[in-house]
């Protein structure tokens, strides 16, 4: 067993791990924070994305070990701490860009990882983004939708709300 | 996943030494390697990161034009630092596996896996480049041996690789499309002294030069030198997602395209 | 003017702030105390004798609680199919046993052989690596065909033979259609394979079983479509369980597209091994078992003919379809490719002669059923391509082929025993060629082709039968369970209301729409509503959500329960206003005595409801509570028509979709917004099937599209945006909210357009090409092309 010690959500947060371990276990089993969800295991679906010092990652191919000592920020850290939700979030609930639920903690934390590179998103820019963020139940269209409204781009004259 | 111990050496040196135990295996950006491990098809005794070593991080190019990559360097990092000095290399770096596979995976860590539906391979042979190695540095031309197979010697890590800049070069990468591999992935890299064509994804012997196409686009770089030629469907690679005679066709329309797109 | 609350308004959805902070309550994130955790160890040969299995050394193992294997599932009961067919020959299906863990055989890959119960994930793991097995490889059979020849191996020895049943529907009609064939003016005959579909909800299943020695009661939590279902079917038929001491929770779970409606072995471990060993026991599966486990969709081979007379009228069809069971039956397979297929066979038109033929075939491969439209894409897909294929060959256009043999009375009993209650065919038609835009094809087909690529436009229909179902006619037609809808609606002492429904939501929306009908019906805000599922502790027992039917059933349980809460509200109101019960309006939250100006609040009736200081006690009962049972009259038929242009890449044969289109009738909509979300989730699916998904398995039974590496699942770059219209509303005529149902529409609907735009493409380019098979890779139209 190793002791890692990082900062999630601003928190201090520390804790034993195995070699094995992996950053989605450490994030849901030792530290409860269930938010992050685990879907496949080819590293594939996306569902487990979080920002591991400022970068989008996918916490179920990363070792904890590995994230010792770094700033990991997770779904759970992105409303503000009175429930305000941000404004990726708030853009989701908005344009329905979620149905299940499971995939989006990936999809808010992706697409906060695009804004942040690439403030206005052009359509094409938003899908081959999400390229490693698989949903099942929306058809993408008002995922996509969302996040270039939460961009600050008219979504109006997209068909259908 | 068996379980294993971790380590995280800061220098070169010290992975080097800690490769030294039985079973002891690096760890670039673990974007193949966790799966693999998950799946209990990988069972080292001990996990030598080396990402935490600053001498194998960054892009920077050198005195004779050529670039140097260090080899704990991620995709996404490749992308956006190789960009102004080899516009090919980084335009196929930013589009391996998706934007946090990019994050973490890296470019040793996939020379030294060499997966044959992967992009680096093509890159590093189509352009000629040099694997540099903790021992030594070995020509691409020497470095592929086949599927998963490489000229690397048991504990040996890719601190770098060092790229010729090409006159024009491109990649055309057709999508695989589950995997988001390289169904058929043709890098194309023009220089002064003749024209190199790597193909990933196709070959049963993994990342090839074809080298009807080399010799006929470097006396043509033009698409149309391309016509008429053909690789031989028998030593193609066929499963549920292409077959043998459509991979090799394939390899021919990328080819063209490249050119064009490089012209 | 859109509204902004009530029927038709599209509030913002409430389950969306905890699914979007991170703070929903999955299955794998319930973790109880002392919970152990279980690893199944599963075939890797498709068919096998299990000669021996010695746990000996893997019981030493560290962590390890306990190895269960099929000899300690001795004397408990088999996993239960729900429905029962009768062939043609009047004689049921044969139905072989399907035990928790394999006993004596091994009959497809990921066949769970043995449980190891450990401290941990991974010690469960390596333990289940160290178990000896003896098992002796048999040829498995594959291939549907090749398994019901004679002297093929057979996938269960205590059955006659791998032949499920031989369906033939309606057999009376056989003749009449074979008179219809000779006398044919022409015949289109096509031959077509539905691919083999997995779900993949993005939510692996789970299972949590607990037991209270002290109670003896039995919990199990598991990602579940109809927690009550599971209760009755494990309970009942595998455990021994009586319901009073089980009880199945489903939380928020993680999508299901029919995969988790059915029963699976994994449930009833767990619930057994908890009181076993008397710890709770969880099992998650990973994506990599779920490909192996999870029941699987589609799976047919077609022959489909399309007679027509010398106008192009449409005299009869006939299909020859086998249909892959797998190994086992899964809890409603085999109504699939009969009821909920071959009833759907006439469509949209007046076809007047019909009969269709289903072998049901057992083969080595995991257990199919129903997904995301079951049967009726696969009843719409054959149709829509051969109509369209008929088109071609009798060189008419091909909507108006479509629209000379449309449905246009209604109600409309088909040749294929079911009765459209309305639609209007022509005005999904009309609106589809508006929103698709088909004025400006020939301009985009130019485009397309200065860029060097082929352009198609395809179009289709589809009618699907759904809400299901009459209890009373299901019965008939096999099944082992009602199909009715439950609700029970509590008022609470100051006003407010929580409706307790036997639907289940993993993703359509309940906590917000069902609200919206209550808040119109009363007249108070939707925020007064609250709604609870998924527990069988706290819902009456109703039969869960799948085949498009929480709001037309579900929905109208609650209306009916809400209706007798106003009956009984409004003669608390009569008596306290001392009118007659016949007399009080309820509007806007206010209870009034016409013609007058008194009137009372909804608050002060339910408050006087649970305070009866001023109440008719003699005649009535205090409290404000009711439960309702909605048993459908019919299915209901939403209908529609979809428009599909794709771009083919000539020199690799990469098909692009450029553009999507629906327009659909599903009657009522309660809220647009979600009905828009549903449409486009199963456009998703149904490119996804067209162009991309497929399981194959080699010819031993391996499954080599097993995980994302190799099944390709639709991503965001593969899909456009959609245009999806429900403005043509033709209200159900015998369910209290005139609604339809939309969940299944979008994948039942949209593959066969997608076909008939690329068979447009290449044949524009004088490509000789009626049909490629779905999933229409790249590989399959380039060879076509080339061919």
Known sequence: MTKVSMTVNGKPASGEVEGRTLLSSFLREDLGLTGTHVGCDTSQCGACVVHVNGKAVKSCTMLAAEADGAEVSTIEGQAAPDGTLNAIQQAFQDHHGLQCGFCTPGMVMSAAALLKDNPKPTEAEVRAYLEGNICRCTGYHNIVKAIMAASGQDVSAIAAE | MYNFEFEKPATIADAVAALGAEDAQALGGGQTLLPTMKQRLAMPTKLVSLSGIGEMQGVCSNNDGSLSIGGATTHATVAAEAAAQYPALADLASHIGDPAVRNRGTIGGSLANNDPAACYPAAALGSGATIVTNAREIAADDYFQGLFTTALEEGEIITGVRFPVPEAANYQKFLQPASRFALVGVFVAKFADGVRVAVTGASEDGVFRWSEAEQALSASFSPEAVNGLQVDPANMMGDIHGTKEYRAHLIGVLTKRAVAAAS | MPKDSGIGASPKRREDLRFLTGTGNYTDDINLSGQAYVHFLRSDVAHGKINGIDTAAAAAMPGVIRIFTGADFEGVGSIPCGWQVTDRHGQPMQEPAHPVLAQGKVRYVGDAIAAVVAESREQARDAAEAIELDIEELPAVIDMKEAVKEGAPKVHDDLTSNLCYDWGFVEENKPAVEEAFANAAHVTTLELVNNRLVANPMEPRVAVGDFNRATGESTLYTTSQNPHVIRLLMGAFVLGIPEHKLRV???????????????????????????????????????????????????????????????????????????????????????????????????????????????????????????????????????????????????????????????????????????????????????????????????????????????????????????????????????????????????????????????????????????????????????????????????????????????????????????????????????????????????????????????????????????????????????????????????????????????????????????????????????????????????????????????????????????????????????????????????????????????????????????????????????????????????????????
């Open chain 3, 249 to 787: 929770i489903a939380p928020d779970v993680g999508g299901g597209f029919g995969t988790k409606i059915f029963h699976y072995a994994e449930e009833a471990f767990c619930t057994f091994a908890a009181k076993a060993l008397n710890r709770a026991v969880k099992w998650t599966s990973t994506r990599s078992e779920a490909f192996m486990t999870d029941a699987h969709g589609r799976d047919h081979v077609t022959k489909i003919e399309l007679a027509l007379d010398a106008e192009n009228n449409f005299t009869a069809i006939r299909t020859d379809t086998y249909a892959n069971m797998g190994a086992y039956l899964s809890t409603f397979a085999p109504s699939v490719p009969t009821w909920l297929h071959g009833t759907l066979m006439a469509g949209n038109y007046k076809t007047p002669l019909i009969y269709v033929n289903v072998k049901a075939v057992f083969t080595n491969t995991v257990p199919v059923d129903a997904y995301r439209g079951a049967g009726r894409p696969e009843a719409t897909f054959q149709l829509e391509r051969v109509i369209d294929k008929a088109a071609r060959e009798l060189g008419v256009d091909p909507i108006a082929l479509r629209r000379q043999n449309f449905i246009t009375e209604f109600p409309y009993a088909t040749p294929v025993a079911v009765e459209y209650d309305t639609g209007d065919y022509h005005a999904t038609m009309d609106k589809l060629i508006d929103v698709a835009d088909f004025a400006g094809f020939k301009a985009r087909r130019a485009e397309s082709e200065k860029n060097g690529k082929l352009r198609g436009l395809g179009v289709n229909c589809y009618i699907e039968a759904c809400g299901i179902a009459p209890s009373n006619l299901v019965g008939q037609l096999g099944a082992r369970a009602g199909l009715y809808e439950s609700a029970t609606v509590r008022v609470n002492a100051t006003g407010g209301l929580v409706v307790m429904t036997g639907s289940h939501s993993h993703g359509q929306g309940h906590e917000t729409s069902f609200p919206q009908v209550i808040a119109d019906m009363i007249g108070i805000d939707e925020s007064m509503v609250e709604i609870v599922h998924g527990d069988t502790a706290n819902t009456p027992m109703g039969m869960g959500t799948y085949g498009s039917r929480s709001l037309a059933v579900g929905g109208s349980a609650m209306v009916r329960a809400t209706e007798k809460i106003i009956a009984k509200a409004k003669k608390i109101a009569a008596h306290i206003l001392e009118a007659s019960d016949a007399d009080i309006e309820l509007k806007d939250g206010q209870f009034s005595v016409a013609g007058t100006d008194k009137s009372l609040a909804w608050g002060d009736v339910t408050l006087a409801a649970y305070v009866p200081h001023n109440y008719p006690l003699e005649d009535m009962e205090p409290g404000l509570e009711e439960t309702a049972f909605y048993d459908p009259a019919n299915f209901t038929y939403p209908s529609g028509a979809y428009a599909c242009e794709v771009e083919v890449d000539p020199e690799t044969g990469k098909i692009t979709i450029e553009r999507f289109a629906a327009a659909d009738d599903f009657g009522n909509i309660v809220n647009p917004m979600i009905v828009d979300g549903q449409v486009h989730g199963g456009i998703g699916q149904g490119i996804g099937q067209a162009l991309l998904e497929g399981c194959v398995y080699d010819e031993n039974g391996q499954l080599l599209s097993a995980s994302y590496m190799d099944y390709a699942m639709p991503r965001a770059d593969d899909l456009p945006f959609y245009q999806v219209d429900h403005s043509c509303q033709t209200p159900c005529t015998h369910n209290p909210l005139g609604v339809k149902g939309c969940g299944e529409a979008g994948a039942i609907g949209s593959p066969p357009a997608v076909v008939n735009a690329v068979v447009d493409a290449l044949q524009s380019a004088g490509k000789d090409v009626t049909h490629i098979d779905m999933p229409l890779t790249p590989n399959r139209v380039w060879s076509a092309m080339n061919s």
